[in-house]
């Protein structure tokens, strides 16, 4: 049977699982943001000697990024709802390996602070890009597992950075250090062209090789302890949206098997308190461990519930909204920690006390004000957001 032209030319199906492909790209670009924002906490410990910073100077370092960070989401957000996500975090992405890569030419103080205010603005689009694609691509009973899949980068990327940061650092300085991340992100590019608990997520990204240090762990022998935190939060970032998707198909209202997860992420995270009374290392990788696993699993429904509440147009700008304000409490948790791990530098391995049992309270009064304040209202009689 002869095989007309017009039968010749075959139309292509749709891409099988073509949102799952997204998501995985969306995973990737939050690993390599993470390797690279990870990389100047991870030579903190070594760039502190060489450059005589005190823990406030490293604090105002750090902050720099942050306040990029935090007014970078609200201005990203409504710029990725303008230019779509995929030009949006493409740009994003281009940003930070640039800036990362350009660190390696710092050589002081405000040069640092300069680089990580550049970093902070440039990655500041990839939360508000990444929920804007899971509210675009996934249907709800699928999005608390997709926005798991993405958030979970932040937990690969921190659990993947010491093998790759400080095994350059140990061969050939620091300055390639901050290369290496860089070139990645340029990597990622070829493939394709959250207020009260962001803060303690940070003290662990920024602050935990000091904060061991301070107990008189060293860091290579707490290596293991630096890695297990991200990876027990990646497993909860999963565990919060397999569960949340799971109690919506058992017959759950939206809203109870949101909540479900904040109630255990916010009373989980008060395990890190009891880190105060020891010095053991098994004893506090397991309460960090399990301290991040019950963070992601709040996390993850926090990025979440914009796509839930939020029509497309907008949620990208409530993301980044959302981002600024956590971004704003860091930077404040960030001034303290510094001033008051320095004030307390005398008691050695209680130094950071009153800051870890801060951290622990802090998502417990988040968890009460998303119970309290997450739910329908004449808002959403008025279809301003949607039923919950």
Same mark, same amino acid.
């Not at 991200?230 to 109870?256: E, H, M, P, Q, T």
């Given at each position: 049977?002869?095989?007309?032209?017009?039968?010749?030319?075959?139309?292509?199906?749709?891409?099988?699982?073509?949102?799952?492909?997204?998501?995985?790209?969306?995973?990737? *670009?939050? @690993?390599?943001?993470?390797?690279?924002? #990870?990389?100047?906490?991870?030579?903190?410990?070594?760039?502190?000697?060489?450059?005589?910073?005190?823990?406030?100077?490293?604090?105002?370092?750090?902050?720099?990024?942050?306040?990029?960070?935090?007014?970078?989401?609200? %201005?990203?957000?409504?710029?990725?709802?303008?230019?779509?996500?995929?030009?949006?975090?493409?740009?994003?992405?281009?940003?930070?390996?640039?800036?990362?890569?350009?660190?390696?030419?710092?050589?002081?103080?405000?040069?640092?602070?300069?680089?990580?205010?550049?970093?902070?603005?440039?990655?500041?689009?990839?939360?508000?890009?990444?929920?804007?694609?899971?509210?675009?691509?996934?249907?709800?009973?699928?999005?608390?597992?997709?926005?798991?899949? /993405?958030? *979970?980068?932040?937990?690969?990327?921190?659990?993947?950075?010491?093998?790759?940061?400080?095994?350059?650092? *140990?061969?050939?300085?620091?300055?390639?250090?901050?290369?290496?991340?860089?070139?990645?992100?340029?990597?990622?590019?070829?493939?394709?062209?959250?207020?009260?608990?962001?803060?303690?997520?940070? /003290?662990?990204?920024?602050?935990?090789?000091?904060?061991?240090?301070?107990?008189?762990?060293?860091?290579?022998?707490?290596?293991?302890?630096?890695?297990?935190?991200?990876?027990?939060?990646?497993?909860?970032?999963?565990?919060?949206?397999?569960?949340?998707?799971?109690?919506?198909?058992?017959?759950?209202?939206?809203?109870?098997?949101?909540?479900?997860?904040?109630?255990?992420?916010? $009373?989980? @995270?008060?395990?890190?308190?009891? $880190?105060?009374?020891?010095?053991?290392?098994?004893?506090?990788? %397991?309460?960090?461990? /399990?301290? $991040?696993?019950?963070?992601?699993?709040?996390?993850?429904?926090?990025?979440?519930?914009?796509?839930?509440?939020?029509?497309?147009?907008?949620?990208?700008?409530?993301?980044?909204?959302?981002?600024?304000?956590?971004?704003?409490?860091?930077?404040?948790?960030?001034?303290?920690?510094?001033?008051?791990?320095?004030?307390?530098?005398?008691?050695?391995?209680?130094?950071?006390?009153? &800051?870890?049992?801060?951290?622990?309270?802090?998502?417990? &009064?988040?968890?009460?004000?998303? %119970?309290?304040?997450?739910?329908?209202?004449?808002?959403?009689? #008025?279809?301003?957001?949607?039923?919950?």
């Amino acid at each position: 049977m002869a095989i007309s032209a017009q039968n010749a030319f075959i139309k292509p199906g749709p891409i099988s699982n073509l949102r799952w492909r997204i998501g995985a790209l969306l995973f990737a *670009s939050t @690993v390599i943001n993470y390797i690279d924002r #990870q990389t100047l906490s991870l030579l903190a410990p070594y760039l502190k000697q060489d450059y005589h910073w005190t823990n406030t100077d490293y604090a105002n370092i750090v902050i720099a990024f942050r306040l990029a960070y935090s007014i970078g989401q609200t %201005l990203c957000g409504r710029l990725v709802d303008r230019m779509g996500t995929r030009r949006g975090l493409t740009i994003s992405v281009t940003w930070y390996s640039i800036v990362s890569i350009l660190t390696s030419l710092a050589n002081g103080f405000y040069s640092f602070v300069g680089f990580r205010f550049l970093l902070g603005a440039g990655e500041s689009a990839n939360w508000p890009g990444a929920t804007k694609a899971v509210s675009e691509w996934f249907p709800k009973r699928e999005r608390g597992l997709a926005t798991a899949l /993405f958030d *979970s980068g932040s937990s690969i990327g921190g659990a993947i950075a010491p093998f790759i940061v400080l095994s350059v650092y *140990s061969r050939w300085g620091w300055r390639l250090a901050f290369v290496i991340p860089g070139v990645l992100g340029f990597l990622w590019r070829t493939i394709i062209a959250r207020s009260f608990t962001d803060p303690v997520w940070f /003290f662990v990204t920024d602050w935990f090789p000091i904060y061991l240090v301070a107990k008189g762990i060293s860091l290579k022998s707490g290596l293991i302890a630096v890695w297990v935190p991200f990876i027990a939060a990646d497993l909860g970032n999963f565990v919060g949206g397999g569960v949340s998707g799971y109690l919506l198909k058992r017959g759950w209202s939206l809203g109870a098997a949101r909540k479900a997860l904040v109630v255990f992420g916010g $009373t989980g @995270v008060l395990l890190l308190i009891p $880190t105060v009374f020891t010095v053991n290392l098994f004893l506090i990788t %397991l309460l960090f461990g /399990f301290s $991040t696993f019950s963070y992601a699993c709040f996390t993850t429904i926090a990025n979440v519930l914009p796509s839930d509440l939020f029509r497309s147009e907008s949620v990208a700008s409530v993301s980044g909204l959302s981002g600024t304000g956590a971004g704003i409490g860091t930077i404040v948790a960030f001034m303290l920690i510094g001033h008051f791990s320095d004030a307390r530098v005398a008691l050695a391995t209680h130094a950071f006390d009153p &800051i870890v049992v801060t951290a622990g309270v802090i998502p417990f &009064i988040g968890m009460i004000l998303v %119970l309290l304040l997450v739910r329908n209202t004449s808002a959403t009689d #008025q279809g301003l957001v949607r039923r919950i």
